[in-house]
């Protein structure tokens, strides 16, 4: 079963727009990582945020993460037809990590 | 360093058959997993090894065995592939992130 949940399913936007896609989780985390998958690619990390802070920022990238809600978002900003993917939030502890389904970012030049 | 690769790329099986997927790691970490991505899915995980010489069931594990040959390599092996099978089957292996290998393209006729 999937811990992570990403929203929307689907984001089309234009370039030079902000995309924001949002994950939610049901236990409790120590991390919540944001990766990025390019069609036919594997996985690429992105940022990791861990469960005691509230904002992360790399580049264009903020990550936001409310633990009280179960909730992180990704926002990216300025965006490029380059950050055309699949993005997935991961959650896990020790040795496993668990994706959610994705979000799939499509930036229209 | 080449990171986390993955043979063969494409493959093409007939039901029943048999095949072993390799995967291998020059980043001196102990943890290695093998994940299965189909549409609408997201990733699941089939197994894991924490460390050389140990190996647990994730989410997926039927069908498949998996061996921790030494610490770089985590075979995934198929031995009567069913069609249901047929994804896109990713090696990772992780410190704090997960870093995926270019993937195995599976099909089962």
């Known amino acids: 079963s999937q811990q992570g949940e990403e929203d929307p399913q689907a984001l089309s936007i234009q370039e030079g727009e902000n995309a924001t896609m949002n994950c939610s989780y049901k236990?409790?985390?120590?991390?919540l990582q944001w990766y990025r998958q390019n069609s036919g690619r594997g996985l690429v990390h992105l940022i990791l945020?861990?469960?005691?802070?509230r904002e992360k920022h790399s580049g264009r990238l903020r990550v936001t993460l409310d633990t009280s809600k179960k909730s992180s978002s990704l926002l990216i900003t300025a965006s490029r037809a380059a950050d055309t993917a699949s993005y997935f939030c991961a959650t896990g502890s020790n040795y496993k990590l668990t994706f959610g389904k994705g979000t799939l970012l499509t930036v229209n030049p | 360093n080449a990171g986390v690769t993955q043979t063969p790329k494409f493959q093409v099986l007939k039901t029943g058959q048999s095949m072993t997927l390799q995967c291998a790691q020059d980043?001196?970490?102990?943890?290695m997993y093998w994940y299965r991505q189909d549409p609408g899915m997201g990733l699941r995980l089939i197994y894991y090894?924490?460390?050389?010489?140990?190996?647990d069931k994730g989410e997926v594990p039927n069908g498949y065995n998996v061996s921790r040959l030494n610490k770089r390599e985590f075979s995934l092996r198929l031995e009567s592939a069913a069609p249901s099978q047929t994804s896109v089957y990713f090696c990772?292996?992780?410190?704090?992130?997960?870093?995926f290998g270019p993937g195995t393209r599976l099909t089962v006729t």
């Open positions: 990772a292996t992780r410190s704090y992130e997960q870093y």
């Open positions: 090894s924490a460390s050389e010489g140990t190996t």
């Open positions: 945020i861990r469960s005691n802070e």
């Open positions: 980043m001196n970490h102990n943890s």
């Open positions: 236990t409790s985390i120590n991390n």
